[in-house]
């Protein structure tokens, strides 16, 4: 059984929103950040965006760059949700999208967009685009 349990995505034609969801068995403060990756056939899973715990400075957010200005990935805690709102998507967005959370590559120096380097996932949830 997966730890996190993604919702949300589905198809969409290109320049459309779509909105994913994570749910957490517990506060997304107990893990040290909480990401978004993606995958298409044949390809590795990739990271999209992440959200760690910066302590009293608040949150910090990463994302790669074919997603910048475009995803906002943020935390609602009180529903133990992370979500990720996908704005202005295109065909090359089409994936399945998962939920990670604990990266724990962070204390070795390791770079939050690798996948060996969480320990939680979700099963996934498909997202399409169409031209």
């Known amino acids: 059984q997966a730890h996190l349990v993604e919702s949300g995505g589905g198809s969409v034609q290109a320049g459309g929103s779509l909105r994913l969801s994570c749910a957490a068995p517990?506060?997304?403060?107990?893990?040290?950040?909480m990401g978004w990756f993606r995958q298409t056939p044949g390809k590795e899973r990739e990271g999209v965006a992440a959200i760690c715990t910066a302590g009293a400075a608040g949150d910090s957010t990463m994302y790669a760059d074919s997603v910048k200005g475009r995803f906002t990935i943020s935390r609602d805690n009180a529903d133990k949700m992370v979500h990720l709102q996908m704005n202005s998507l295109n065909p090359e967005d089409t994936a399945m999208y998962y939920c990670?959370?604990?990266?724990?590559?962070?204390?070795?120096?390791?770079?939050?967009?690798?996948?060996?380097?969480?320990?939680?996932w979700g099963q996934g949830r498909q997202v399409t685009v169409s031209s």
């Open positions: 517990k506060s997304t403060y107990s893990y040290n950040c």
């Open positions: 990670a959370a604990e990266f724990f590559g962070e204390a070795l120096g390791g770079n939050w967009y690798v996948r060996r380097d969480w320990q939680y």
